[in-house]
């Protein structure tokens, strides 16, 4: 019964993201991993009620789903840590599926009556090819579970490259789900396939639940601009952006910017910063910062990092601490606490507040306020 559940359960989920309203890639691409799940949750309660024989094909793809869920956990960690349009070479993550299948090739030919037969003996005759497949599952699981912990990781370093907030940045979620699918591949190595099966329906309940709450960071396209064409900018890549412990020569010496025009773009960057004050917005991101400039985000991320020696996080906040400080010196501030002060100035927390405070000026506010 329980099989049977996560079955319905597996697929209602995926119709609930799939007619979810505003959904992402990162919706369907979890709707078609919640699919693929129902579909192996369904296989193994054919086999284990005996059903096989009116399904043999059916039964037996689902033995081969599990090679599928790496791929998936993999492509959706990515596809809700960055804005990129989906690629299609994406795909190249189903080979391993669609050979294992094709080793099987000869059992989905058979006849319907061998078919159930070979079934009926445990796959005799194709005990190689089960062998295959099965070393293929335990492989693939492990090295999507790190490809997914290393996708996850770079994207948490690199984010001070693209927001000036990162406190509400909660990727929590991801790191259960990679988790979870560790669990599972865990189950898989040690102990009975009736637990793994239970343990796969139970993460079904948490996947789906969880899953179509979340939102992307990257809900919409930024307009950036080069010269006078405006693009539509994605988010830069979390593989291609580096966080900025080499040298500012080294990390951009294949950059098209000319010093002349770093130089260009800094001193208008300086102006930007100083007239408009666009720090005080407290969800400001280096793609909205770069269309205000018109320039490309990479362009922008590499004048911040060569010409400030900072990353886009450190400078937005260090200019939020001085707009702090020249505020809190007025004595018309004197009425206001310091906390209402530094929301003014763009802060959205007030830990992000204490520990820029403290970065910037060596003190905490309060320490500061004695002086």
């Known amino acids: 019964m329980l099989y049977l559940s996560g079955v319905f359960l597996a697929f209602f989920l995926a119709f609930l993201l799939i007619t979810k309203r505003n959904k992402n890639t990162a919706d369907l691409i979890l709707a078609m991993w919640l699919s693929s ?16 024989t009116e399904y043999p094909s059916l039964a037996f793809l689902g033995f081969t789903l599990p090679l599928v869920y790496g791929p998936f956990l ?22 391993p599926f669609l050979i294992c299948n094709l080793l099987f090739l000869s059992f989905y030919t058979a006849p319907f009556e061998k078919r159930v ?20 599952v335990y492989i693939s699981g492990i090295a999507y579970v790190v490809l997914s912990f290393r996708a996850l990781y770079q994207f948490r370093k690199n984010m001070v490259q693209q927001f000036s907030n990162t406190e509400k940045i909660n990727f929590n979620w991801l790191l259960y789900l990679i988790i979870w699918i560790a669990l599972i591949w865990g189950l ?37 601009f080069v010269g006078n064409e405006v693009i539509t900018s994605p988010a830069i890549e979390t593989e291609k952006t580096e966080e900025h412990h080499f040298p500012a020569e080294k990390k951009y010496q294949k950059s098209k910017l000319t010093e002349e025009n ?83 100035c763009g802060f959205n927390s007030k830990t992000s507040f204490n520990r820029n405070f403290k970065k910037y000026t060596g003190a905490t506010p309060s320490e500061y306020q004695k002086v």
Do not use: C
Not at 311 to 333: C, G, H, T
């Open 262 to 344: 770093l130089d260009e773009i800094h001193d208008r960057l300086k102006r930007l910063l100083t007239d408009e004050k666009p720090f005080i917005n407290p969800n400001l991101t280096l793609n909205e910062l770069a269309a205000m400039l018109e320039v490309h985000p990479n362009y922008l991320s590499q004048v911040i990092n060569s010409k400030e020696n900072k990353n886009f996080y450190e400078l937005i906040n260090e200019k939020r601490i001085e707009e702090f400080l020249d505020r809190v010196s007025k004595p018309e501030s004197r009425q206001f606490t310091l906390l209402s002060i530094a929301f003014e």
């Open 117 to 136: 037969e070979i079934f009926r003996h445990e796959g005799s005759g194709f005990e190689t090819e089960l062998l295959i497949r099965l070393y293929a």
């Open 188 to 224: 898989v190595l040690f102990v009975n396939i009736n637990i793994i099966y239970g343990a796969v329906a139970i993460f079904i309940v948490w996947l789906g639940y969880f899953g179509i709450k979340q939102v992307q960071v990257f809900n919409q396209p930024v307009l950036a």
């Open 37 to 52: 799940i129902g579909l192996n949750l369904a296989s193994y309660y054919l086999f284990l009620t005996g059903k096989f």
């Open 74 to 95: 993999y492509i959706y960690v990515k596809k809700q840590t960055s804005q990129g349009s989906f690629s299609w070479k994406y795909l190249i993550h189903f080979i």
